[in-house]
């Protein structure tokens, strides 16, 4: 893959066009509507989507997450329910998975590459996998044309920090805290700081996730980053029957945060 897939190419049109980014997260397979919810959370105002595929021991993931997983798993969901369900999504806006490497090496990383770039998945985003031991699967999903999103934590030093950069496609993921996912009452300090120190390193989009959880708190975020992405205050309402109209109202919010900040 020479260039900017369609993943980053779109954040970076966004972001040149000084929209701030917005990134919602909904597990695969969650509930029975969860691709109407993703066409609906995509028309509220997402530049893209992550999607995460559902696995039953997670490390980033905290008990939101979890939960969902959970829930996807008890309806039988899939790692390839959840990507072939993607190729007939049609949601308008670039798809990104996120998974762990184990369901990868399973199925082995050309294969799995091959199957997200024929469901039209333009990006991959697998946060146990350490840039050091990433190079076969970054291969792999180069050759299918598969962008990897790779994360910097606040602990990562400046050096590690701008490897890691180098080799993010998509956008890099700045981890707004060190913790597991959830809803936090206050953007953590760190959150400002990872986009501080990240902007200057690359001149891909990058995004703040992980307790990033009301339209505040993502237009603070967005103060120094270029965009957030935001998964367990989204997931929980999901969980709690919002449904894709509730779902949407909630993007549609932070959507209206981040424009307004």
């Known amino acids: 893959m020479s260039g900017p897939g369609a993943l980053e190419s779109r954040l970076r049109d966004g972001r040149d066009a000084g929209r701030k980014l917005l990134v919602p997260y909904v597990t695969g397979g969650m509930t029975d509507d ?3 919810t993703l066409r609906a959370v995509a028309g509220a ?3 893209a989507v992550e999607v995460g595929i559902p696995f039953s021991d997670p490390m980033i993931d905290g008990p939101t997450i979890q939960a969902s997983s959970l829930a996807a798993l008890e309806r039988g969901t899939t790692p390839l329910a959840v990507i072939d369900a993607l190729a007939g999504a049609d949601l308008g806006v670039p798809v990104a998975v996120m998974t762990y490497y184990n369901l ?3 199925a082995g990383d050309r294969r799995f590459a091959r199957w997200l770039a024929d469901a039209g998945v333009a990006g991959a985003i697998i946060p146990d996998l350490p840039l050091e031991e990433s190079g ?3 291969l792999e999903a180069a050759d299918a044309g598969v962008e990897t999103v790779l994360l910097v934590a606040p602990s990562t030093p400046d050096d590690r920090a701008r490897a890691i950069c180098a ?3 998509g956008f890099v ?5 060190m913790g597991v996912t ?3 009452a206050e953007l953590a300090a760190t959150a400002g700081e990872v986009g501080r120190r990240l902007g200057p390193m690359t001149e891909t989009p990058v995004c703040i996730g992980i307790g990033v959880s009301t339209a505040a708190q993502a237009a603070e975020a967005c103060r120094e980053a270029d965009g957030v992405v935001v998964g367990s205050a989204l997931v929980r309402r999901i969980l709690d029957g919002a449904g894709p109209e509730g779902a949407a109202a909630f993007v549609a919010e932070l959507r209206s945060g981040l424009d307004g900040a």
């Open 34 to 36: 969860w691709l109407d």
């Open 182 to 184: 959830g809803e936090r």
């Open 45 to 47: 105002g997402a530049d």
């Open 136 to 138: 076969d699967w970054r």
């Open 167 to 169: 080799e993010s496609h």
């Open 173 to 177: 993921y700045g981890v707004g805290l």
């Open 104 to 106: 990868v090496y399973r």
